[in-house]
């Protein structure tokens, strides 16, 4: 079956742009998990959507934000883009029912703003 | 919330030997441990996990290892070869909700 898909695969930005980042996840899957990628700070998480509801949030500010619509698939917006946002954008799927299922990931939404 | 420590940082060994990566996590709530490999350009592809009611888990050359009173869990390679070259994350969850907390990373590298 088809893997977890992310759109597109790179995207360069000016500062104070917005920008949309797409993530279809396996059939099957209600689960889409978000994270960022850095050298320095490694993977770390953004959000979680289940069932078009976000589950779960992590610390980073509110110009990030998602969604996810009913086939499942989810969007994630960053507003008022700065260099620091420069990062790969991972999305990862899973069924999503018990918290401790296998997590699949995308291969990434190389974003670079200048 | 959870914290996830990983070390060592990085890795190199000779092919054939052993590997060992540990980690360490805060919260007594998290009950599910995933591993990833990431090679250079790569999406992280899970290599073995194991759950809070599980002492241990082995596929083939890896083991994973869980002390939950410590709040540790290690990842063993044995019988290294080049093509393990990667960065290995450890993650920590608790149930009801997908959200993994990741470790740094460890960049091995195992020498022809």
């Known amino acids: 079956k088809a893997g977890v898909t992310q759109t597109p695969r790179y995207l360069i930005k000016t500062r104070g742009q917005q920008v949309t980042l797409s993530c279809s996840p396996i059939s099957g899957h209600r689960s889409v998990s978000w994270y960022q990628q850095t050298p320095g700070q490694g993977l770390q998480f953004l959000f979680e959507?289940?069932?078009?509801?976000?589950?779960n949030k992590g610390n980073f500010p509110g110009r990030f934000s998602g969604r996810q619509f009913s086939n499942s698939r989810s969007e994630m917006n960053v507003s008022t883009l700065e260099l620091g946002d420069s990062a790969l954008y991972l999305c990862?799927?899973?069924?999503?029912?018990?918290?401790?299922?296998?997590?699949?990931f995308g291969q990434g939404t190389r974003l670079t703003v200048v | 919330g959870e914290n996830v420590e990983q070390h060592p940082s990085t890795l190199s060994v000779q092919e054939g030997d052993s590997a060992v990566i540990k980690c360490t996590y805060s919260?007594?709530?998290?009950?599910?441990f995933p591993w990833y490999k990431q090679e250079l350009g790569k999406r992280p592809q899970l290599i073995i996990d194991?759950?809070?009611?599980?002492g241990e888990k082995k596929d083939q050359r890896i083991a994973v290892t869980l002390n939950k009173t410590a709040k540790h869990f290690s990842l063993h390679i044995t019988e290294t070869q080049p093509e393990d070259s990667a960065v290995y994350f450890c993650?920590?969850?608790?149930?009801?909700?997908?959200?993994?907390?990741f470790g740094k990373g460890m960049k091995l590298t195992v020498n022809p």
């Open positions: 919260d007594s709530a998290s009950n599910y």
């Open positions: 194991i759950r809070s009611n599980v």
């Open positions: 990862a799927s899973s069924f999503g029912s018990s918290g401790d299922t296998e997590a699949f």
């Open positions: 959507y289940f069932s078009e509801t976000q589950r």
């Open positions: 993650a920590a969850s608790q149930g009801g909700s997908e959200k993994l907390v």
